[in-house]
């Protein structure tokens, strides 16, 4: 039986891919849509994994913050293999013609860098660009420094009391992906020229970064030996593996949206594939009906339309890999500009394989379900006038093969996800969206069913076609709530992203931070501020860098009970000390602050999530190397902090005795008009060349711009959406057409107008599309709820007009398309339908 | 599938056969209480208003639609204890239909569409048989058309040579000429006739048209479900070989 099956199968689909077009288009997007994701994801990775040590910038790294290594740490990390020192602080420089910048000042040695390769526009060696040449330190710097300086090649800057060269301008950083945002140009010197700047103050907020070539390569094991031989040392210590933990942690987060669009994309397009198949199986029921007179069992007919639906899908999957691995050499072209790492292109077999799986299962799954019904046709049909399409559910042994296909596919999402739990809540979220709208759907059909027939035809003809037996009423609410659902949550996900940058600068936040102001600067800058006109506000206090090490005598790492809170640990942290709040900006949420004139044993105010971490209570010991030196303090107060509006704050405050003496600098904040702005950052140049002032405009630039980026990509994930949608919804208008061109015929026939006919399909569709549309509203902002809390992790915001415009533009295509339809159901002449029926 | 006895020259047997119907108005009865004896090779004409009940018993006949209560033997078959699929085989070893609608498969030629049921039979000889078919109703000449490229007649002819061709011992036809001009329906009815007498096959033909029902051996008459004459003299077998 199987090769006469096959033989027919080859005979029906000899006549071409006419009509299967929506269900190849879906698959295409949705495979292409998963292989994209995942094979960008696997490049990245790759990239991670293979750069780490580039990226990193060695097999480890030890980074303290405000001092340098000791001589015993140097040596002991000596003995491990090759040891690289950076030091990496920001600054100002001022170039001939008087302008001013900020840069992100990297000092490098002669074994910079360990791995990698560091590369000059004019293909200098970099130790020959930085190299003292007649009295006269070299540098190099990012490209976007000749700009904004207007100076070139040969030109010189200067920083703090040193004038460099500029020498070369700087190509590809290798280790640039394992920093964070940068608030300034880069420029590379020689430790030589760092010294020679003045800006190696006691206190100065400069990290020193310490990196390893180790001889035997074992990484974890020089960490231990670092640790254990430098016990208080308070550095932060990581490895090759976790050489960008920031990119990782944007990666990890676009990741996880980017796979849920995929599986979105996938669902969807498993809806257009569900819909093509029932209209092809509609357009097969005379041949299924006759081929069973003939003799051929319900598994023979299950089995021939299965292959052909088997070829067809096997098309689409692979053309669907096909597009997924071009566009992820397109992206990993556009995100390379917007990572700071070059993304490793090619063929992913494991991510194309899942790719393909996914979209195999798709198609099974929402084909089955035709393809039982088509099984079930009674022959007898043919003896009737009209053929009807099946209706009812499959027979039980079906049902529990698409379950089982369905369970299989969701269990793959979840397994194949980095994070499980937002997959089980996607699934979770596509099963009950999919119940919802089919129960409200057989509730309509139900309520139509009792209510009175209208008088006028065309309401009557509305009514009847929603509620007919057979009627697609459930399928065209399905597909068309689920896309909408869909394109809800990705206008009210794209909304709120752009609503982020608005929020990110309330009304009364500061507009320039200082850092690095000496004890000896700090009447000068009050005085400044107060001669400045368009500058006010000045809020000044210390500055310091601390590391959690241990909590109640237990060492950091052990003592943490709330592993997501474990961030307060991974590195150092900002310090400050106070006898009393500068401002009013503590809210103290447990225990009390200190006195003014206290002078006892240390006390420590901490910030919530600290406390969370730990389990602390008032009264509990915390302990925090500061400069290399434990500092142990009893926990006076536990604060909230509302980081978002942007006034200088601090996860922990200590009382004024431990930390007054100990060399620091202060860091401050005022608010400026946009002319004091420029003014004042001229003035505090001329007076203190070594602190820098940092604009906050510049950073919300910055933050605008990688927010743009996203909103970028969230919009090109619209724009896959609503193809996808769009076509989903013709692939339901395609499965219903036949029937509307037989009751536009038979209208016309008892003498209709057009104009009549085409009135009551706009009141068919117009009603499931408003239905569709309210409770799409309702999923689509819980799912976008969902993404932009838990997912993106940032503050929702709830918008009408997102949902507004998005309803009505997919209501309008509905309509449009339903129109068409009808116009082209209203265009058959009469005579050849009525003369086959 | 119980294989009921077969009384001797019994090709079909249908007793106190009721068939009903649920639809929004309530139960609807189709056939109430069908009693009919149908010889091997005997050819029956079944002729009645339309909503008579005709197609519904043909149907029954044919394993195609299932009787409420009642019991039904086709060459020996008892179908009320036989499955979906069973009766599938039992269509393919012994009943042949002939559509007033053709109901060629449209994406498959005329001789793909003749050869499905003896491929669905598993003959090695499929296409063999099959275009021989073709050859004995005039279309010969046909073999690799489309229905589309094939004229009403023509189409009646590939689909008379369809249920010919496994030699059914049954054939039934629902209006088998509804669809055509007097003079095509008159050759399909003579094709169809000889085909049937030169097989010997039991042939049950439902139409409107009287003389052609006058044709067969017997006038089956059908009235709001009941059989209110089974046994209508036909034509004198004189008058029918004229016809023929």
Known sequence: MSATVLAWARRELRTGLKGFGIFLACLVIGVGAIATVTSLKSGIDASLRDDGRAILGGDLEARLALRPASEAEIASMARLGTVSAIARARGMVEAANDRIGRVEVQAVDDTYPLYGELRLETGLALDDAIAEVDGRHGAVVAPSLLDQLDIAIGDTIALGEETLQVRDVIAFEPDAASQGLLAGARVIVSHAAFEETGLIQPGSLIYWHYRLRLSDGDASAAMTALNQANPEAGWRLRDYTEAAPQVQRVIDRLGVFMVLVGLTALLVGGLGVGNAVRAFIEGRLATIATLKCLGATGATIFALYLVQIGVLALLGVVAGLALGAILMIAGSGLLSGVLPLEISVGIYPGALTLAAVFGALTALAFSLWPLSLARQLKASTLFRAAVMPPGGRPRAADLVAIGAIAALLAGLAIATADRPDFAAWFVAGAIGAFVVFRLIAEGLIRLIKRLPRPRRPDLRLALSSLSRPGTPTPMILLSLGIGLTVLVAIALIEGNMSRQVDQVRPADAPDVFLIDIQRDQEQRLREIVAETPGVEDLVMVPSLRGQITAFNGIPARQAIVAPEEDWVISGDRGVTYEAQPALDRYTIIAGEWWPADYDGPPLISIYEDIARAFGAEIGDRLTVNILGRDIEAEIASIRDIEWQNGTVNFTMVFSPNPLAAAPHTSMATVRTTTQGDALFERAIYDAFPNVTTIRVRDILASVEELLGQLSAAIRVVAAVTLVAGTLVLGGAMAAGHKRRTYDAVIFKVLGAARWDVVRAFLVEYGLLGLLAAAIAAVIGTAAAWGVITFVMEADWYWLAWPIASTLAIALLITLTLGMVGTWRALGTKAAPLLRNE | ?244
């Open chain 2, 1 to 244: 599938m119980g294989e009921a006895s077969n009384a001797a020259g019994e090709s079909i047997r249908l007793d106190d056969v009721h068939l009903e119907v649920a639809s929004a108005a309530g139960r609807v009865n189709i056939l109430r209480g069908i009693d009919l004896t149908v010889g091997t090779g005997e050819r029956i004409a079944v002729v009645g208003p339309s909503g008579s009940g005709k197609s519904t018993m043909m149907m029954v006949i044919g394993g195609l639609e299932a009787p409420t209560s009642g019991a039904v033997t086709v060459a020996g078959h008892d179908l009320a204890r036989m499955g979906e699929d069973a009766l599938a085989r039992f269509r393919r070893a012994h009943v042949g239909i002939v559509f007033q609608n053709f109901h060629l498969v449209p994406t498959m030629t005329a001789l793909e569409n003749v050869a499905v049921p003896l491929e669905l039979a598993r003959r090695g000889d499929a296409f063999e048989a099959a275009a021989a078919a073709l050859e004995s109703v005039g279309l010969g000449h046909r073999l690799s058309h489309y229905p589309a490229q094939l004229s009403g007649g023509e189409q009646q002819r590939c689909a008379l040579a369809r249920a010919f061709a496994p030699e059914p011992t049954i054939v039934l036809a629902d209006e088998p000429t509804g669809n055509l001009d007097v003079e095509t329906g008159e050759q399909i009815i003579a094709l169809m006739f000889d085909l049937a007498r030169r097989r010997g096959t039991t042939f049950v033909l439902i139409t409107h048209d009287r003389s052609l029902a006058r044709r067969c051996d017997r006038i089956v008459r059908l009235v709001d479900g009941r059989i209110i004459d089974a046994d209508a003299p036909a034509e004198t077998a004189a008058d029918r070989a004229a016809a023929e």
